[in-house]
């Protein structure tokens, strides 16, 4: 069987513990006080800092990608693309008969160097503004 301890002294442990625990707290609580400030004095530096820092130069606009990249950026598909350079120029059927194309090719949208396929964004992006179509009341959403 365990032994009795007076009930006096484990109040008092228990009083010493709770102080200690008090004194660790009130000095936890002074540290995250000093911190704080510090961060405060820390933010407050910033807006100097900020007219001192270099400006960082934003990248300059790409003129020319892949056809991955331009399927990334605009909502074309991949595929799409490949399927816009196929009808690019007029073709002839297998019964001669002329297939006219989209006319990506002649706005100069399309570059090719060996086997790289790259896409003048510019000419691009004017070439989709100039076949833009509006609605109409009454006629449906495409004229």
């Not at 069987?1 to 625990?21: C, F, G, N, S, Y």
């Not at 510090?38 to 530096?45: S, V």
Request: glycine share 6%; hydrophobic share 50%; charged share 20%.
């Amino acid at each position: 069987m365990a032994e009795k301890i007076p009930l006096a002294t484990v109040r008092t442990d228990h009083a010493a513990t709770m102080a200690q625990a008090a004194a660790a707290l009130i000095a936890c609580g002074r540290d995250v006080a000093a911190r704080l400030e510090q961060a405060a004095e820390m933010f407050a530096l910033l807006p100097q800092c900020a007219d001192e820092a270099p400006a960082l130069a934003t990248p300059e606009p790409r003129r020319f990608v892949t056809i991955a990249e331009c399927a990334a950026i605009r909502p074309f598909s991949a595929q799409a693309l490949r399927d816009m350079r196929f009808k690019a120029f007029d073709r002839k059927n297998s019964r001669g008969d002329v297939i006219p194309g989209n006319g990506t090719g002649p706005a100069g949208v399309w570059i090719q160097l060996g086997a790289k396929v790259l896409i003048d964004l510019p000419a691009f992006d004017a070439w989709l503004e100039s076949h833009k179509t509006t609605a109409q009341a009454g006629k449906g959403w495409m004229q």
